[in-house]
């Protein structure tokens, strides 16, 4: 009963670095989210995905890149890191089975600290 | 753009005391959200609430939907330990979720 996953759980890394955090999930919904939480300012969308291969942005997309080439993984990179982007980062996916029928299941989070 | 405001951004209870947190949004809700993040954990889903005036209740809490479906509030009777945490509502539409920014529920003993 895996659910869903984020690796690492903890990173610390240097301004400038590029960093990919993973996610995955083992119920094959379709879709998939990214959220950054920092106090004072709960849950922002960073970017989602509708199904593989299919993503948008969200609320606060700059400085990061996602991809989706599998239903199950869904990595977020940060390309050159800054200190801004230290934050704890959640991964969530959701199957819309019906029109009101879309709860959201997190993983743990990646607590991200940049230099 | 959609808003989806939470008042009180902290709460301080003593334990055995009432607890109510509210969520108000700038447009009609289709449905709105409810979560829990426990201190150092992640969010996890409470109920979802579709219909105007909705009433929903889950031992100790109660959740309501109000009548122009674009407030709703939830209510933890009789506070616990257990109940300490963050408390979201949330918005669709549902591949852009709009997240509150919570209430903070700290316990007293």
């Known amino acids: 009963d895996a659910g869903i996953t984020q690796s690492p759980r903890y990173k610390i890394t240097e301004t400038g670095r590029q960093v990919t955090l993973m996610c995955h999930q083992t119920w094959s919904h379709s879709y998939m989210f990214w959220y950054r939480q920092d106090l004072g300012h709960g849950l922002r969308l960073i970017y989602y995905s509708a199904a593989a291969d299919i993503t948008d942005k969200g609320e606060v997309p700059d400085g990061y890149v996602v991809s989706r080439s599998k239903t199950e993984n869904f990595p977020l990179t940060l390309e050159s890191a800054t200190r801004s982007q230290t934050s704890v980062y959640f991964c969530?996916?959701?199957?819309?089975?019906?029109?009101?029928?879309?709860?959201?299941?997190f993983g743990p989070g990646t607590r991200l600290t940049v230099l | 753009g959609q808003q989806v405001m939470q008042i009180p951004q902290y709460q301080h209870v003593q334990e055995g005391e009432d607890f109510t947190t509210y969520c108000n949004s700038s447009?009609?809700?289709?449905?709105i959200q409810w979560y829990k993040q426990r201190p150092g954990g992640h969010p996890v889903f409470l109920i979802q609430l579709v219909k105007s005036g909705e009433v929903k209740k889950q031992k100790r809490l109660t959740f309501q939907f109000g009548e122009a479906k674009k407030n709703s509030s939830l209510h933890i009777t009789a506070t616990q330990t257990t109940d300490v945490g963050t408390y979201f509502c949330?918005?669709?539409?549902?591949?852009?979720?709009?997240f509150g920014k919570g209430t903070r529920l700290h316990i007293l003993p």
């Open positions: 949330a918005g669709p539409p549902w591949d852009k979720i709009i």
């Open positions: 969530a996916s959701s199957e819309k089975r019906f029109q009101n029928d879309n709860e959201q299941f």
């Open positions: 447009t009609t809700l289709s449905n």
